[in-house]
């Protein structure tokens, strides 16, 4: 693997985390809990999708194959895409929809934080950017895990259960392989084994506030990063690429 | 305590709306007045909330992440207005959450636009050139509205509204000058939401019974007709700038009046719609009422932490 393709994989990840979280958060147009969350939601969806488009600008031209960044969005295979296994599982109920971006936004915190020093000029400068955004989405995230957690009998049942079932994924977060290592070397990428202790002490501390235990069960789900996904890509995939399958070759 | 009888106050109340003085909430005004505002208001936050919905139905499927993000923030657009306007039906004193329940009820009426399915990407487009072209010609005169925070909120509202029709008109245009495919999604969009777009301006005058007291009162400051008129006139030349055909075999230029000449209106369909008997009413809603129903143990939540707090700061 080349360098180029090694940072092209690393940008292409991120990208891909931000999409289909993105995607799966917009689902929830029009149907929130209340309309300030149905704000929150969406808005957090639309950085989400920015993101993406930041992202896939720098891998497009790293790659330099003259491709766009929506055929890199839409047209490419359920095994093309290389997003955690967390980001696509399924909105469920807003408690495993707060749960899912809470582990979520604080992985993206510290690693666009360490992203900010990139030797890359340009993957700095989009981390610096988002990182505006997604303290934001922390604080929105925390915020709702420690209210859930500690509002009702019923509140707590449905966070701990969202807990308990996406607690598998979050081991994959600090995946790393060989296309890190040749970004770490090089000083584009980060080295998330050095902060995975400060995210698991971060979560430990909104929990105990949130009186919500970490499930003794351990055992954990990868591959993500390589591919292969669970069941519920397929699904989110067919009906976000549907436009540009169905009329292949039109501008929009 | 004023001593003033209620016909003297009613006699201030129309010399200061007349002298173009707007009416604050905690300023008198007739029962009626307040009744007709909440209405009209509460009636206009449902629509954007319940307008969120046939919009929202593409997001997940938008062709490309500029759409995509466009749409996002133009749905959120609309949950805003939804806020404030609540919040000016709320000087009023009316709760948003008993205005809710009256739209889940089906006693409080929305555009009867929304109740009309979103089929194609091409509808996107549509509706944010026609409807919420339509919206504008609605809203613009209300910027001027005799009662403060409804004209205030309708000042911010328009500018994104405009904002909105703009680039609605911009997909209309890209797919009426695209592939032949593009240009019949386009031209069936049109097809099937230029009717429902007319009667977003209500009744014909002569069968409009609050116009009359509305313009009075300077809550309404232009007569259904006259609006939809002015609608035609100025769509009827961007549908012929892009190449598109009005759906109106009678639609035809009139040198004498100045305006477009248009065919009947099919007040039957209408009246059936706002009935509750169009294409979507159930479904949009059976999705509000989910929403709520399905958001009740966050809201409980949300309470009981915060008087957990309040105690805990009590007890401190």
Same mark, same amino acid.
């Given at each position: 693997?080349?360098?180029?393709?090694?940072? &092209?994989?690393?940008? $292409?990840?991120?990208?891909?985390?931000?999409? @289909?979280?993105?995607?799966?958060?917009?689902?929830?147009?029009?149907?929130?809990? @209340?309309?300030?969350?149905? @704000?929150?939601?969406?808005? @957090?969806?639309?950085?989400?999708?920015?993101?993406?488009?930041?992202?896939?600008?720098?891998?497009?031209?790293?790659?330099?194959?003259?491709?766009? $960044?929506?055929?890199?969005?839409?047209?490419?295979?359920?095994?093309?895409?290389?997003?955690?296994?967390?980001?696509?599982?399924?909105?469920?109920?807003?408690?495993?929809?707060? $749960?899912?971006?809470?582990?979520?936004?604080?992985?993206?915190?510290?690693?666009?934080?360490?992203?900010?020093?990139?030797?890359?000029?340009?993957?700095?400068?989009?981390?610096?950017?988002?990182?505006?955004?997604?303290?934001?989405?922390?604080?929105?995230?925390?915020?709702?895990?420690?209210?859930?957690?500690?509002?009702?009998?019923?509140?707590?049942?449905? $966070?701990?259960?969202?807990?308990?079932?996406?607690?598998?994924? /979050?081991?994959?977060?600090?995946?790393?392989?060989?296309?890190?290592?040749?970004?770490?070397?090089?000083?584009?990428?980060?080295?998330?084994?050095?902060?995975?202790?400060?995210?698991?002490?971060?979560?430990?501390?909104?929990?105990?506030?949130?009186?919500? /235990?970490?499930?003794?069960?351990?055992?954990?789900?990868?591959?993500?990063?390589?591919? /292969?996904?669970?069941?519920?890509?397929? &699904?989110?995939?067919?009906?976000?690429?549907?436009?540009?399958?169905?009329?292949?070759?039109?501008?929009? | 305590?004023?001593?003033?009888?209620?016909?003297?106050?009613?006699?201030?109340?129309?010399?200061?709306?007349?002298?173009?003085?707007?009416?604050?909430?905690?300023?008198?005004?007739?029962?009626?007045?307040?009744?007709?505002?909440?209405?009209?208001?509460?009636?206009?936050?449902?629509?954007?909330?319940?307008?969120?919905?046939?919009?929202?139905?593409?997001?997940?499927?938008?062709?490309?992440?500029?759409?995509?993000?466009?749409?996002?923030?133009?749905?959120?657009?609309?949950?805003?207005?939804?806020?404030?306007?609540?919040?000016?039906?709320?000087?009023?004193?009316?709760?948003?959450?008993?205005?809710?329940?009256?739209?889940?009820?089906?006693?409080?009426?929305?555009?009867?636009?929304?109740?009309?399915?979103?089929?194609?990407?091409?509808?996107?487009?549509?509706?944010?050139?026609?409807?919420?072209?339509?919206?504008?010609?609605?809203?613009?005169?209300?910027?001027?509205?005799?009662?403060?925070?409804?004209?205030?909120?309708?000042?911010?509202?328009?500018?994104?509204?405009?904002?909105?029709?703009?680039?609605?008109?911009?997909?209309?245009?890209?797919?009426?000058?695209?592939?032949?495919?593009?240009?019949?999604?386009?031209?069936?969009?049109?097809?099937?939401?230029?009717?429902?777009?007319?009667?977003?301006?209500?009744?014909?005058?002569?069968?409009?019974?609050?116009?009359?007291?509305?313009?009075?009162?300077?809550?309404?400051?232009?007569?259904?007709?006259?609006?939809?008129?002015?609608?035609?006139?100025?769509?009827?030349?961007?549908?012929?700038?892009?190449?598109?055909?009005?759906?109106?075999?009678?639609?035809?230029?009139?040198?004498?009046?100045?305006?477009?000449?248009?065919?009947?209106?099919?007040?039957?369909?209408?009246?059936?719609?706002?009935?509750?008997?169009?294409?979507?009413?159930?479904?949009?809603?059976?999705?509000?009422?989910?929403?709520?129903?399905?958001?009740?143990?966050?809201?409980?939540?949300?309470?009981?932490?915060?008087?957990?707090?309040?105690?805990?700061?009590?007890?401190?």
């Amino acid at each position: 693997m080349t360098t180029q393709e090694a940072f &092209y994989n690393y940008i $292409v990840r991120f990208g891909d985390d931000s999409l @289909i979280l993105g995607q799966r958060l917009s689902e929830w147009c029009g149907h929130g809990p @209340i309309l300030e969350e149905d @704000i929150a939601l969406t808005n @957090i969806a639309l950085d989400l999708i920015g993101q993406t488009t930041n992202l896939f600008e720098l891998a497009v031209q790293i790659e330099g194959k003259g491709k766009d $960044v929506d055929q890199l969005a839409f047209l490419r295979l359920e095994k093309e895409y290389t997003n955690l296994l967390l980001v696509e599982q399924p909105n469920v109920d807003f408690g495993y929809t707060i $749960v899912r971006q809470f582990f979520f936004d604080v992985f993206r915190k510290l690693t666009f934080e360490a992203l900010c020093q990139s030797s890359d000029e340009k993957l700095a400068a989009i981390a610096e950017k988002s990182l505006k955004e997604i303290k934001y989405h922390l604080k929105h995230s925390s915020e709702w895990v420690i209210r859930l957690g500690d509002g009702t009998e019923e509140s707590h049942t449905r $966070v701990q259960a969202a807990v308990n079932t996406l607690w598998k994924f /979050t081991n994959e977060l600090f995946y790393q392989d060989e296309v890190d290592q040749k970004v770490i070397e090089l000083g584009l990428g980060v080295d998330t084994s050095l902060f995975k202790e400060a995210w698991q002490l971060h979560v430990e501390k909104v929990f105990t506030e949130a009186t919500l /235990t970490i499930p003794a069960n351990t055992w954990q789900h990868e591959g993500g990063r390589k591919g /292969t996904h669970t069941e519920h890509l397929g &699904y989110l995939l067919s009906e976000m690429q549907y436009m540009q399958r169905a009329y292949p070759n039109m501008e929009w | 305590m004023s001593t003033k009888n209620i016909e003297e106050l009613e006699k201030e109340f129309q010399a200061k709306i007349d002298a173009d003085i707007k009416i604050e909430p905690n300023d008198w005004m007739p029962e009626a007045y307040r009744k007709t505002l909440m209405r009209q208001i509460s009636q206009h936050a449902h629509s954007e909330i319940v307008g969120m919905l046939p919009e929202g139905n593409w997001i997940t499927r938008a062709p490309s992440l500029k759409r995509k993000a466009v749409l996002l923030a133009k749905v959120q657009d609309e949950a805003g207005h939804g806020l404030y306007l609540y919040s000016a039906a709320e000087t009023l004193g009316l709760d948003r959450e008993s205005s809710i329940d009256d739209l889940h009820s089906g006693k409080a009426k929305y555009s009867s636009i929304f109740n009309y399915p979103t089929l194609s990407w091409a509808d996107m487009g549509t509706i944010g050139w026609l409807v919420d072209g339509a919206a504008i010609m609605n809203q613009v005169p209300l910027c001027r509205c005799s009662y403060g925070p409804y004209a205030r909120a309708m000042v911010r509202v328009c500018k994104e509204e405009s904002f909105h029709q703009r680039q609605g008109f911009e997909i209309v245009s890209l797919l009426a000058n695209g592939t032949p495919e593009q240009k019949q999604m386009v031209q069936d969009s049109l097809n099937r939401f230029w009717w429902p777009a007319l009667m977003m301006f209500g009744p014909n005058d002569d069968n409009s019974p609050n116009s009359a007291q509305s313009v009075k009162w300077k809550i309404k400051r232009m007569s259904n007709d006259e609006l939809r008129q002015q609608f035609i006139d100025v769509t009827v030349l961007q549908a012929e700038m892009v190449g598109l055909t009005i759906p109106d075999k009678d639609l035809k230029w009139n040198e004498a009046t100045g305006h477009y000449d248009f065919g009947a209106i099919n007040w039957e369909e209408f009246n059936q719609v706002i009935q509750g008997n169009g294409p979507c009413n159930k479904d949009r809603i059976d999705a509000r009422r989910n929403a709520k129903e399905n958001g009740a143990w966050v809201r409980e939540a949300a309470n009981a932490f915060a008087e957990k707090r309040k105690k805990k700061e009590l007890t401190h």
